[in-house]
């Protein structure tokens, strides 16, 4: 039997959620769980322009594509619902050798289009830190997509997402109309269907420099910039669902029972008397099914899904490596900001789950170990663990969890 010890992004309803806090603020987040999420869309007009500000500003926006290189890979166009990768536009060079792609990429936006740049929390600290804390909090993938639209323009038509968003608009206003979802939590095998009449609008308003817009997935919505730029940041919200959960678990059945992978008897199509025997076995392989089927299993392998979404947050590691040898039990750490973690015990292991690897304790110190990950969001230190431990076993212990990654000096 293993020994689950949740980690702290796997329940979000009981536990404190201060990047979702922020995010949302002043809007409780029990309210939010309560009356929106994967219900109905939530708008906040805050008046206060620079609240997100240390996301990212439209300076910050014009330094990424500025220092994109001549790939500007995960950036496109976007105009009236046409999508363009960057690469497309062309690949012409200057008399200097140098890459035209900036320019022709500056020339559509001055022709209206919308620049759109994917998954910019993975180049950008001021993205990367707010995600990996929203991604542990939440237990989802995160992703933040940039959308910098010119004055009067409108990057996609009406559709919807089929993964809940967050918009918090940075620079700018747009007018935005909304639908309420023709089709409830739409997963990813049923995109937008773009060749339909666009649904009436039930909802129009202006979000503004500092507000936010929350979207279940499946919400039909548009926007458009007014009379100056529009900068926003779209965070995605991809986590673990049931279907997702239970098609794995059953994936794991069907390779360890052979009479899931046999064949349905040749001429069944055809053969009523033959259909009709099948019945029985069906029943079978449900009972089979059923047998086998582990609600703990399953919950144990959603978190460990959970545990190794997103990129680990390394920011400083080196530092920490080179500091390493002279770190001592009274030495200040803390648990990396954002790391997702798990802690299991099984067979005299404790193997704490993080970064898609294992780092492997006796089971004797598994509370020890347990410590440290839940306290280590605050400043801890080796001899303030309690336990049987003595003082070089702690030092171990941090130094460990240092050198993996799981702790920081910073």
């Given at each position: 039997?293993t020994?689950?010890?949740p980690?702290?992004?796997?329940?979000h309803s009981?536990?404190?959620?201060?990047?979702?806090?922020?995010l949302?603020?002043?809007?409780p987040v029990?309210?939010?769980w309560?009356?929106?999420w994967e219900?109905k869309?939530?708008?906040?007009n805050?008046?206060?322009p620079d609240y997100?500000?240390?996301?990212?500003?439209?300076d910050?926006?014009?330094?990424?594509?500025s220092l994109a290189g001549v790939g500007?890979?995960d950036i496109?166009?976007?105009?009236?619902?046409?999508?363009t990768?960057v690469?497309?536009l062309?690949?012409?060079?200057?008399?200097?050798?140098?890459?035209?792609a900036?320019e022709?990429?500056?020339?559509?936006?001055?022709?209206?289009?919308?620049?759109?740049?994917?998954s910019?929390?993975?180049r950008?600290?001021?993205l990367?830190r707010?995600?990996?804390?929203?991604g542990?909090?939440?237990?989802?993938?995160?992703?933040?997509?940039?959308?910098l639209?010119?004055?009067?323009?409108?990057?996609?038509?009406?559709h919807?997402?089929t993964h809940?968003?967050?918009?918090a608009?940075?620079y700018?206003?747009k007018?935005?109309q909304?639908t309420e979802a023709?089709y409830e939590?739409?997963l990813?095998?049923?995109?937008?269907?773009k060749?339909?009449l666009?649904?009436?609008?039930?909802?129009?308003?202006?979000?503004r420099?500092?507000?936010l817009?929350?979207?279940?997935?499946?919400?039909?919505?548009?926007?458009?910039?007014?009379?100056?730029?529009?900068?926003?940041?779209t965070?995605g919200?991809?986590?673990?669902?049931?279907?997702?959960?239970?098609?794995?678990?059953f994936t794991r059945?069907?390779?360890?029972?052979?009479?899931f992978?046999?064949?349905?008897?040749?001429?069944?199509?055809?053969d009523?008397?033959?259909?009709?025997r099948l019945?029985?076995e069906c029943?079978?392989l449900?009972d089979a099914?059923?047998?086998?089927l582990?609600a703990?299993k399953l919950?144990?392998d959603?978190?460990?899904?959970?545990?190794s979404?997103?990129?680990?947050?390394l920011?400083?590691?080196l530092?920490?490596?080179?500091?390493?040898?002279h770190?001592?039990v009274?030495?200040?750490v803390?648990?990396?900001?954002g790391?997702?973690?798990?802690?299991?015990?099984?067979?005299?292991?404790?193997?704490?789950?993080f970064?898609n690897?294992t780092v492997?304790?006796?089971?004797a110190v598994?509370?020890?170990?347990r410590?440290v990950?839940?306290?280590g969001?605050d400043w801890?230190?080796?001899?303030?663990?309690p336990g049987?431990?003595d003082?070089?076993?702690r030092?171990?212990l941090?130094?460990?969890?240092?050198?993996?990654?799981?702790l920081?000096l910073?």
């Open positions: 039997m020994t689950f010890y980690a702290a992004d796997t329940v009981t536990l404190p959620t201060p990047e979702l806090a922020r949302i603020g002043p809007v029990a309210e939010f309560q009356q929106h219900q869309a939530l708008l906040i805050r008046k206060s997100y500000a240390d996301l990212l500003t439209l910050d926006i014009d330094e990424v594509l500007l890979n496109r166009v976007v105009v009236e619902g046409k999508e990768p690469a497309e062309g690949s012409g060079r200057g008399r200097n050798g140098t890459s035209n900036l022709m990429l500056y020339e559509r936006y001055r022709s209206g289009s919308t620049i759109v740049v994917n910019l929390q993975e950008r600290l001021s990367q707010p995600a990996a804390a929203l542990s909090e939440l237990g989802a993938r995160i992703q933040m997509n940039v959308y639209t010119p004055p009067g323009s409108q990057g996609f038509l009406p919807y997402d809940d968003v967050f918009i608009q940075v700018g206003s007018v935005w909304i023709p939590l739409p990813a095998n049923r995109p937008h269907d060749s339909q666009a649904p009436e609008v039930t909802r129009e308003f202006e979000l420099a500092g507000d817009l929350y979207m279940p997935r499946g919400t039909v919505h548009s926007g458009a910039a007014n009379e100056a730029a529009s900068l926003h940041v965070i919200l991809h986590p673990v669902v049931w279907a997702q959960a239970i098609q794995d678990e059945i069907v390779a360890g029972d052979r009479r992978r046999r064949s349905l008897p040749v001429g069944f199509a055809r009523q008397a033959v259909r009709e019945h029985a029943g079978e449900f099914l059923h047998e086998q582990s703990e919950i144990a959603a978190a460990a899904r959970v545990t979404m997103g990129s680990p947050p920011r400083h590691h530092q920490d490596l080179e500091e390493l040898p770190t001592e009274h030495t200040p803390r648990r990396r900001p790391v997702r973690w798990q802690l299991t015990v099984e067979g005299g292991i404790a193997g704490l789950h970064h690897k492997r304790f006796p089971a598994a509370e020890e170990v410590y990950a839940e306290q969001a801890i230190t080796g001899n303030a663990i049987d431990l003082d070089p076993g030092k171990t941090m130094r460990t969890l240092l050198g993996e990654g799981f920081t910073r």
